[in-house]
């Protein structure tokens, strides 16, 4: 079986700060693991993915994401937060099949 | 811009009425997977469909169903609609048959459905 857990529902940052947004999975077989993000009243958005090629997975807009297997995280990071980056994110994982199992959210919010 | 469309972008539908949502998958794709996002909630996977078959379904009722045609567009039908139905319903296309590092799903703007 295999979940995700994001730890925050509601994160908030200020303009240029880091953004640091959780996601833990559980997995019974090797995951693949990925951040989409969801604009209001838009579908969803690939930001990245973990395929095990690398644990340090860089996606777009700046972000990035590392995978630690010791801790069964896969958190999203981005160095300086624009306005433009609030919106809604979502932690999702895979296994043998294509079938995306999503965390609940964390609504990102970007203060002047 | 994924090249996923879906129609209609809202509807609203009484309990008990049927509906059918649709679905254009981007070219080149033969896999099409269905989700359903509840406000406030992650996307949860409805079922999937390739080449026409059902390839997978998630924890839904079997008044959820859906069809696959030849151009590989789909619809998603739900029977007997339930106030707990509203929903954004998602719509994802993506290439069955290559390596799963390389299996993307892209996904459409949604269907966003009121059930009153």
């Known amino acids: 079986a295999q979940s995700v857990t994001q730890l925050g529902s509601h994160v908030s940052v200020s303009e240029g700060a880091l953004v640091l947004l959780r996601c833990n999975y559980s997995s019974s077989v090797p995951p693949y693991l990925f951040w989409y993000v969801q604009y209001p009243n838009q579908g969803l958005q690939l930001l990245l993915k973990?395929?095990?090629?690398?644990?340090l997975v860089k996606g777009i807009n700046g972000f990035e994401a590392e995978f630690k297997k010791s801790e069964t995280s896969f958190h999203l990071t981005k160095p300086s937060a624009h306005m433009s980056d609030a919106a809604e994110y979502f932690c999702?994982?895979?296994?043998?099949?294509?079938?995306?199992?999503f965390g609940t959210g964390t609504l990102l919010a970007v203060q002047p | 811009e994924t090249g996923v469309t879906q129609s209609p972008t809202h509807l609203i539908k009484t309990r008990g009425q049927q509906v059918t949502l649709r679905c254009s998958s981007q070219?080149?794709?033969?896999?099409v997977s269905w989700y359903q996002q509840a406000l406030g909630q992650g996307p949860q996977f409805i079922f999937q469909?390739?080449?026409?078959?059902?390839?997978g379904r998630g924890n839904f009722p079997p008044r959820f169903s859906g069809l696959q045609f030849p151009n590989y567009s789909s619809e998603l039908n739900v029977n007997a609609l339930e106030l707990d139905d509203s929903a954004l319903y998602l719509c994802a296309s993506s290439v069955e048959g290559v390596n799963l590092a390389k299996n993307i799903q892209y996904f459409g703007a949604g269907t966003r459905l009121s059930v009153l």
């Open positions: 973990y395929t095990s090629a690398a644990t």
């Open positions: 999702a994982v895979s296994g043998a099949t294509n079938k995306l199992i």
């Open positions: 070219s080149g794709h033969n896999t």
């Open positions: 469909y390739y080449r026409e078959e059902e390839n």
